[in-house]
């Protein structure tokens, strides 16, 4: 099966599936989590905000050597520590759901069956394809191959609701703005209840039981691996994460210096 798919590679070398197109980008030893909604960060899965309780994740853990995207600041999330956990021991993956094309989210899928993780099933969590520092869509394919193989008699296929709704925190805590189909990320300014574009979100509500099947083919890894390539942070580079970690602790650019060093001479 692996190897009809195309992965059977990965499993082998621990490297990037076939036709990531990792040879081609620069790395960066900064890794990224685009997490930070109406000003605070928080768990994409769940609306735990406390900074005890958050944790860095890792699409790719950081225990594996060698050529992986350890290096890449677009394999970063930030997750409570309880879905950190159940994320790093396969518990359930998150799936871009690309090749519907009127969806185009990243969904949560608890492909354990674990009934503390049914509640989050079927339901989009906080990414959005679009953002610049979004994590690549097609890390999480391996990362869903993993938990497919921990979990070998759970459905090939699971059941995923007809229309998939954002977590329920996303609409409760306003942070999804409908009206620009996209994530509020700074803090509001003046008074919230102001805002009308945060006053018309839809309610909160269970994600359908039945609908489609969840499939894992050639051609929807295809798919996914092209939204990648179209992605605004496929586009990063390890200089443009140079520069922006230069900037957040306000030193000067190395490189920077020696050139200006270098037109002095």
Partial sequence: MLASIGLRSH??????PP???WEDRDRSLMTISWDTFLGRRRCIVCVIENPRMLQHCHIIVQSEQGVNPQHEPRDGLLMCIHHHIYFDKHHFHVTFLNHWKQIRRFVFV????NPDLQKFHGKAVALDIRDHRAPFSSLFIVHEMRVRGFHPFEPIE????????WQDWIYSDCVFDSMSGSFKRDRPRGNPSNDTSLQQQPHAGEASSGGRKL???ADIITDILAATHVMPSWAGTAEENIQMCVSSIDVEDPNSANGNQNTNS
Avoid: A, I, R
């Fill in 11 to 16: 499993f082998l070398s621990d490297g990037p």
């Fill in 19 to 21: 036709g990531y197109g």
């Fill in 110 to 113: 608890n492909y354990s069956s």
């Fill in 158 to 165: 699971p059941t995923m609701p007809n229309e998939v709704p």
């Fill in 215 to 217: 499939e894992l083919n």
